[in-house]
């Protein structure tokens, strides 16, 4: 059984800074690329960042410059460094790994929620 558990989000002030992480546990053989998505009140779900087990990344262009995603390999653990937070921010984080266990899959964490406001 392989499930994403990830910290908890909270309260940011605009301009503010919070980390995310996202760890994978179970039977997992290797993670392709793991990230994070979001979903804002009323709009559909978003890709914000990615990260492959190589490290490289690739960004929403929203968010290029103001986050930044890393990965622990040893750990099966990403981090996901939120900077320069603004209240358009504001949504529920999920945590998306496409990896290896007896076979393929791809598996979401069950989010948390980030709020930006003063």
């Known amino acids: 059984h392989v499930q994403l558990v990830e910290s908890v989000g909270g309260l940011v002030q605009p301009g503010g800074s919070l980390i995310l992480s996202c760890a994978a546990s179970?039977?997992?053989?290797?993670?392709?690329?793991i990230g994070w998505y979001r979903q804002a009140p009323g709009k559909q779900r978003e890709f914000v960042a990615a990260i492959t087990s190589g490290c490289s990344t690739n960004y929403a262009d929203s968010v290029k410059g103001r986050f930044t995603i890393s990965i622990d390999n040893a750990k099966n653990t990403v981090y996901l460094q939120m900077n320069s937070l603004k209240p358009e921010n504001t949504a529920v984080y999920y945590c998306n790994a496409d990896l290896y266990s007896r076979v393929y899959l791809e598996v979401w964490g069950q989010g948390t929620l980030v709020t930006v406001s003063s």
């Open positions: 179970g039977s997992i053989f290797s993670i392709n690329a």
